[in-house]
T-cell receptor, first 115, second 109 residues
Framework: ETGVTQSPTHLIKTRGQQVTLRCSSQ?????VSWYQQALGQGPQFIFQ???????GRGNFPPRFSGLQFPNYSSELNVNALELDDSALYLC??????????????FGPGTRLTVL | EDQVTQSPEALRLQEGESSSLNCSYT??????LFWYRQDPGKGPEFLFT???AGEEKEKERLKATLTKKESFLHITAPKPEDSATYLC??????????FGTGTRLTVIP
């Protein structure tokens, strides 16, 4: 069984640029959630996608947007990058079998540095 | 406002010295309390899910417990390889995980 994978591993951008991060969910999982983790902090929820539809959003501005594809992989797009966007971006997938609470399994993350 | 607080922020133990990590939560409609382990620069690794007060789960040297207001992660006779940051997270009706800031554990040989 393949786990959650993310690409790229590291990325350096300058302020004002745009970035796209990618995530492949674990086999059999139809839900993907994205989190931002600043240094020394816990992950913060950005949004969740279930079967290609946004299924909840945290307190992040509209310049953070996402997509989920028919194979349940996902992208996180961030426009007009700011210095505070520098963080580890984590993708997590879950099976969402409709039974209530599902465990989210995390990928290794993408380290984004904004200069 | 939903809140998850972990203590202590950092903990140094001698190998074999047992201790507990605390996670206090104030959330509306707790559906599950999760514990994850995170190594530096890596994604969180799932450890446990607890659903109701009184529930306990064990895995090797780790044991997680849950009350109506807090959860504890007990570490028995830790080894250096247990060194990591331990995160707890509450899942509410919104389906997202609300994380604490973690406890950074260092086990000294």
């Amino acid at each position: 069984e393949t786990g959650v994978t993310q690409s790229p591993t590291h990325l350096i951008k300058t302020r004002g640029q745009q970035v796209t991060l990618r995530c492949s969910s674990q086999s059999g999982h139809n839900t993907v959630s994205w989190y931002q983790q600043a240094l020394g902090q816990g992950p913060q929820f950005i949004f969740q996608y279930y079967r290609e539809e946004e299924n909840g959003r945290g307190n992040f501005p509209p310049r953070f947007s996402g997509l989920q594809f028919p194979n349940y992989s996902s992208e996180l797009n961030v426009n007009a990058l700011e210095l505070d966007d520098s963080a580890l971006y984590l993708c997590a997938s879950s099976p969402n079998r409709g039974l209530g609470v599902d465990t989210q399994y995390f990928g290794p993350g993408t380290r984004l540095t904004v200069l | 406002e939903d809140q998850v607080t972990q203590s202590p922020e950092a903990l140094r133990l001698q190998e074999g010295e047992s201790s507990s990590l605390n996670c206090s939560y104030t959330v509306s409609g707790l559906r599950g309390l999760f514990w994850y382990r995170q190594d530096p620069g890596k994604g969180p690794e799932f450890l446990f899910t607890l659903y109701s007060a009184g529930e306990e789960k064990e895995k090797e040297r780790l044991k997680a417990t849950l009350t109506k207001k807090e959860s504890f992660l007990h570490i028995t006779a830790p080894k250096p390889e247990d060194s990591a940051t331990y995160l707890c997270a509450a899942q509410t009706g919104a389906n997202n995980l609300f994380f604490g800031t973690g406890t950074r554990l260092t086990v000294i040989p």
